[in-house]
């Protein structure tokens, strides 16, 4: 059992290692989504399957994909453009090290003084899981991290929603360098004819699955822009991301929330509560509110459409 | 719980990766993925903090946390990627005037 995690932990920090060393940022970022499938495992180890469909899909997923875009495109226009390519040096530059010893030993002693903290910390195993279950039947939501994220902690959620749609303002208020059009790839093409529908299923399942065991929003909103993403890639004939992205459907979790919040709050007689017996109905819509939202925001991240 | 113990050191080690890349890396883009590494380690403190009780599952307000902060870290690391794109389209630089500054004073 410790072999595993001593195996685990190890590898995950020679993968960050190696991300942040790595000769080319493209290596670098495909490095990153393995170091995040690998922190995923070590969730489910830790208990927290939640988060490890979170960490997957989004942390490692769509951030790795992210750099890997913007780090191509660097490089295409490196290699296309007239500016002089200076020689391709890894990371660290050697002579940029002797002056910077110190900020290596500032960095060392506040990693050091952050470990000896959190030794000093004495784990609390349980606590809040005893009172989250103590009100899980009150809430009338079967999974305890859902009732949490859209019940106990509502706010939180509805915050961050918020500040999800802030950045995707300011992301489509930068415009987009215009990409270049992709090629017809028939074997990506014939993939993604096959991938696409099922993919949506596992999103709509994800959606569904959050009210009672491990699932969400989120998760199914990241599955949701993979999709939609992969279709684009593919040159499928659909192609809804020029509708999705519109602020509209961008706004439309935030929306539902807020418009949810106060009118079932105002019968229940706290803002963001849900008067009783129409809990799951209400946490469901919200839920598939916001994994539109959370698809649709997601795809904008990666920028314009194929047109732009 | 000797088995959670494990995950202090690595995740303190992680946010030491990332603190290093962030402040060494003169890429824009390797700053951003510092900036990730060294949030993993944060919310592995996190996590390991509040070890999985008698059946096995985490703790869910930790879980939940975790699960907003890998949101926002997305919502911070896109807005970053855009603006480097967008740095990159109008300088053709991906390092920043003061970091590559001091690449050449060395």
Same mark, same amino acid.
């Not at chain 1, 074997?187 to 709509?204: F, K």
């Not at chain 2, 890396?25 to 060294?38: D, E, Q, T, Y």
């Given at each position: ?6 195996? #685990? ?23 990153? /989504? ?8 070590? @969730? =489910? ?55 910077? @010893? ?10 050091? =003084? ?26 009338? /939501?079967?999974?305890? %991290?859902?009732?949490?994220? #859209? +019940? ?34 028939? %074997? ?5 004819? /096959? ?6 299923? =596992?999103?709509?399942?994800? *959606? @569904? ?32 991301? +020029? ?10 979790? *935030? ?22 017996? @129409? %809990? ?29 | 719980?000797?088995? !959670? ?6 995740? $303190? &080690? ?33 996590? &390991? ?7 096995? !599952? ?12 890998? !949101? ?8 970053? !990627? ?8 109008? $300088? ?15």
């Amino acid at each position: 059992m410790n072999a595993i995690d001593l195996l #685990l932990a190890l590898a995950l920090l020679l993968l960050a290692g190696s991300a942040l060393l790595a000769r080319s940022v493209q290596t670098a970022s495909v490095l990153f /989504i393995a170091f995040g499938l690998l922190l995923a495992l070590v @969730w =489910v180890r830790l208990g927290a399957p939640d988060v490890a469909l979170a960490e997957a899909a989004i942390g490692a997923g769509v951030a790795g994909a992210l750099l890997m875009l913007a780090a191509s495109e660097f490089e295409s226009r490196r290699i296309g453009g007239s500016r002089a390519a200076g020689p391709r040096l890894p990371w660290p530059r050697p002579q940029g090290w002797r002056p910077r @010893w110190a900020l290596v030993l500032l960095a060392l002693a506040c990693a050091a =003084v952050l470990l000896l903290a959190v030794l000093a910390i004495e784990p609390l195993a349980g606590a809040a899981t005893e009172a989250v279950a103590r009100n899980l039947p009150q809430s009338e /939501i079967a999974h305890p %991290v859902t009732a949490v994220l #859209l +019940s106990f902690r509502a706010y939180d959620t509805l915050l961050e929603i918020a500040v999800l749609l802030v950045a995707v303002v300011a992301v489509q208020a930068a415009p987009a360098p215009p990409q270049r059009a992709l090629a017809h790839d028939p %074997v990506l093409a014939r993939v993604a004819a /096959i991938t696409v529908p099922l993919a949506l299923l =596992v999103a709509l399942y994800l *959606l @569904w699955a959050g009210s009672s065991r491990s699932g969400g929003a989120f998760q199914a909103g990241a599955v949701l822009a993979g999709a939609v993403l992969l279709a684009r890639f593919a040159s499928l004939p659909l192609d809804p991301q +020029s509708r999705l992205t519109r602020p509209p459907v961008l706004a439309l979790g *935030l929306a539902l929330f807020i418009l949810i919040g106060l009118v079932a709050g105002a019968l229940a007689g706290a803002a963001l509560g849900y008067p009783s017996g @129409w %809990v799951k109905p209400l946490v469901l819509a919200i839920e598939a509110a916001l994994m539109v939202s959370i698809g649709a925001t997601l795809v904008a991240l990666f920028g314009g459409s194929k047109t732009a | 719980m000797s088995g !959670v113990s494990i995950w202090l050191p690595t995740g $303190s &080690a992680l946010v030491l990766f990332g603190l290093l890349g962030m402040l060494l890396a003169s890429s824009i883009l390797r700053k951003l993925l510092a900036f990730n590494v060294m949030g993993s380690g944060i919310f592995l403190l996190l996590l &390991a903090l509040r070890p999985p009780g008698p059946d096995g !599952v985490a703790d869910p307000v930790a879980q939940a946390l975790i699960i907003t902060g890998i !949101v926002i870290a997305i919502a911070a690391t896109a807005l970053g !990627v855009r603006l480097a794109r967008r740095y990159h389209q109008l $300088s053709g630089q991906t390092e920043l005037p003061e970091d590559r500054a001091a690449t050449r004073d060395d």
